[in-house]
């Protein structure tokens, strides 16, 4: 759909009473809405069509969550008022009785991110005011086609909210249980409800044994469709406070979506040259959307199979143990260039801190520096990641692997921009434009969510930290360190000591800090 115009008395109305949600269901009247498709692809047009009352005003409103929401006064929507609701107005309906709009989806955008869109459309009477006539629910879902496929990757275990630690992509018991991809996997989703993984893995521990997969995923089944979920789904194997249903953690298993049918093949290269594998669907079927690899909050997909020995490759006997198990992250194939990290030096005009520190944990050491090897990346499809070695200036065997991942990107012109609390302004007010300095914060943007690892190595090992957002947004732009004027980031984590290493007792002393410069690397 187009980008939202300004806002009216009834949007006002709806965005000033977001924290209301009564248990009622919305009230439906003369008010429709319909899609012109059940599924589309990207590169396709998506039309939805609004019927009412000729002369009455109408809106398209859009979210990625489900309500219901109340509004007194004003109507109940089956979609949350909440920080990613969209209003389009669509002005007075005319005497056909429908207005249309139409989007045409590019890979990366938000209205085709990979949680499916819940939208109502809402009329009213200009002279007769409120409340709204609300209409049926609709949804828009997306598949991305080969020109948006993404690249899988094994899950790796969230630290607050998984049960197992992760890092296997394909559980073959009986087989090998370290299976990692190689090369470059690909996972694609059409839009004729088809889906396919494929790609070579091997085992961690054994490169040597290996496999070509390939995977037909079919049946998508869709939040509204008959049938939703399919039965035995979702398999919900995070920690229960993961889940929105269990009192509004951060998975919404709603978004998901499902594949009804499994089958495939692992074809054995390498050691395993000459035996076959055929692969089938067990259990809960093929899940997919935020949360759904069952280790981490990312976007993802996962699976258990049932193993059918076709071949076995000579000198080894293949017995499967109950079911194998695919747990897969997916991600854009074409991240930017990384950029390298830098601790941010001080500016004498500008500063209101001395620089030099890239991290900051009070209570365990407010020194440390980035290593050369430090590399901050962000990718189209909305998140970045933070890697690398960091370590105490002063004693620099205190030491940690740092991994960061970033998530729900916000850019200048998306609807909630600033994110609440944004942005950290920490420079002397002169640096900034407002004031007639160089820094323009309206050019920055923010990453809404983060979470990730502090790990303990050298002095340090067997120590480990997890961290996560604190206050402001993760902010990312020239200036954005705070310290300087060069391009950087920064932003404010919890710190939850997860294994103290021997001789330690860490107690973190209030939030802790990430303030990087960021360079082209050399």
């Not at 187009?2 to 977001?18: D, E, G, W």
């Not at 006539?133 to 080969?146: F, P, Y």
């Not at 909210?161 to 989703?189: H, M, N, Q, R």
């Not at 089958?263 to 259990?283: C, E, S």
Request: aromatic letters at 10%; glycine letters at 12%; proline letters at 9%.
């Amino acid at each position: 759909m187009s980008t939202p115009k300004s806002i009216s008395r009834f949007a006002c109305a709806i965005l000033a009473s977001a924290v209301v949600a009564l248990p009622s269901s919305a009230s439906i009247g003369g008010t429709t809405i319909t899609l012109d498709k059940d599924l589309y692809e990207v590169g396709d047009t998506a039309t939805a069509t609004i019927t009412g009352t000729p002369g009455d005003v109408a809106y398209l409103v859009i979210d990625t969550a489900v309500g219901p929401t109340t509004l007194p006064g004003v109507g109940t929507f089956d979609i949350e008022a909440g920080a990613t609701m969209m209003i389009f107005p669509l002005g007075v309906i005319p005497p056909s009785g429908s207005v249309t709009i139409s989007h045409t989806a590019i890979c990366d955008g938000f209205i085709t991110s990979d949680k499916p869109i819940f939208m109502q459309g809402a009329t009213f009477d200009p002279l007769a005011g409120l409340p709204l006539d609300i209409s049926n629910l609709e949804v828009v879902e997306w598949a991305r086609g080969d020109d948006c496929g993404v690249c899988p990757e094994a899950a790796v275990g969230d630290p607050l909210l998984a049960k197992f630690p992760g890092g296997i992509a394909v559980w073959l018991p009986g087989i090998g249980i370290d299976f990692v991809f190689s090369g470059t996997p690909l996972y694609v989703e059409y839009g004729d409800g088809t889906a396919r993984l494929t790609g070579e893995i091997y085992s961690a521990s054994a490169p040597t044994k290996s496999f070509e997969m390939d995977i037909l995923i079919e049946g998508r089944v869709g939040f509204g469709d008959v049938g939703y979920p399919p039965m035995g789904s979702p398999k919900t194997e995070l920690k229960d406070k993961a889940y929105k249903m269990n009192g509004g953690g951060p998975v919404d298993t709603l978004t998901w979506h499902y594949y009804e049918s499994v089958t495939g093949l692992l074809v054995g290269t390498g050691d395993f040259a000459g035996g076959n594998i055929g692969v089938t669907r067990f259990g809960p079927a093929w899940q997919v959307g935020y949360g759904a690899d069952n280790l981490s909050v990312e976007h993802g997909a996962s699976g258990w199979l049932t193993l059918n020995v076709l071949s076995t490759p000579p000198g080894e006997s293949w017995v499967p143990i109950g079911n194998s198990d695919i747990n897969i992250t997916t991600r854009s194939c074409v991240p930017s260039e990384p950029l390298c990290v830098i601790p941010p030096g001080f500016d004498p005009q500008y500063s209101t801190f001395p620089g030099g520190v890239a991290v900051w944990i009070p209570g365990i050491g407010t020194d440390y520096v980035s290593s050369p090897d430090m590399k901050y990346t962000e990718y189209p499809d909305g998140s970045a990641r933070l890697i690398g070695e960091t370590f105490s200036a002063a004693n620099p065997l205190d030491r940690f692997l740092i991994d960061v991942f970033y998530t729900n990107r916000v850019d200048p012109g998306d609807p909630v921009y600033p994110p609440p609390l944004s942005p950290k302004l920490e420079l002397k007010p002169s640096a900034y434009i407002q004031n007639g300095g160089p820094i323009d914060p309206s050019t920055w943007h923010y990453y809404q969510t983060f979470t990730g690892l502090l790990i303990g190595m050298d002095n340090f090992a067997g120590g480990l930290l997890a961290v996560d957002r604190f206050g402001p947004s993760w902010e990312v732009g020239v200036g954005a360190s705070n310290v300087n004027l060069n391009l950087g980031a920064c932003g404010w984590m919890n710190v939850h000591v997860l294994l103290n290493p021997p001789g330690f007792n860490w107690i973190p002393n209030g939030h802790a800090d990430f303030s990087i410069e960021l360079i082209t690397c050399p």
